[in-house]
């Protein structure tokens, strides 16, 4: 069975043993989900860095702004599999499909997103999370005006750099760590009923 296999080739830490603030806040992802997302047990080895990785990462992935939850999924994906991260294109990819209520997007954006059914505007912003986390020495005002045109601003652009410079760390230290993906499903992470729904019936509740 997977579940048996090591989620990390590091120590993971029984939840009775972390401190309070990171067992209350796994503890309310379970709730929440279903099922505790292995990146929670793994990082928690370190928990000065568990804090620190989870309020950047909410900080980026939870604010307001031009970029839909749904496109800060994107990012994420593209981005992690141009990387290799197993761990996040599964986990994130499942995000998506909720974020996006389309149970094709996730696929489409991991393998290709050039030919996925994505707007112009988001194939930009891909374009660029993918140089940002490939190489991001070569960034330049050029990449600049070609996002403006789309109707991003300078925050917007910030932001679409720091989802991806943001996941390359996190697709690093999956990598290293051997973060494993949870073999429950992924798919129901966060969903509610109309979303579990759209899964079950290839279309969303307003379609």
Not at 114 to 125: F, L, V
Not at 138 to 154: R, Y
Not at 159 to 183: E, H, K, Q, Y
Request: glycine share 4%; hydrophobic share 45%; proline share 4%.
């Amino acid at each position: 069975m997977t579940d048996a296999l090591p989620i990390s080739r590091f120590p993971v830490p029984d939840l009775a043993s972390m401190p309070k603030d990171i067992r209350n806040r796994i503890l309310a992802v379970q709730e929440k989900s279903g099922f505790i997302p292995n990146v929670f047990l793994v990082l928690a080895h370190r928990p000065d860095e568990f804090r620190a990785f989870f309020a950047y990462h909410h900080a980026l992935m939870e604010k307001s702004g031009n970029l839909t939850k749904a496109e800060r999924e994107m990012i994420v994906v593209a981005t992690s599999n141009a990387n290799q991260c197993q761990y996040c294109v599964i986990a994130h990819g499942a995000i998506l499909r909720i974020r996006a209520k389309n149970p094709l997007i996730s696929d489409q954006v991991a393998i290709n997103y050039r030919k996925a059914d994505i707007t112009e505007r988001q194939k930009a912003m891909l374009d660029f999370a993918l140089k940002v986390s490939r190489s991001a020495e070569t960034v330049g005002e050029a990449d600049f005006d070609v996002l403006k045109p789309h109707g991003f601003d300078e925050e917007d652009i910030w932001d679409i750099a720091g989802i991806a410079a943001f996941f390359a760390l996190s697709n690093r230290m999956a990598n290293v760590t051997a973060m494993r993906p949870n073999a429950n499903s992924t798919l129901w992470a966060g969903a509610d009923a109309d979303d579990r729904n759209m899964f079950k019936t290839g279309r969303s509740a307003s379609a």
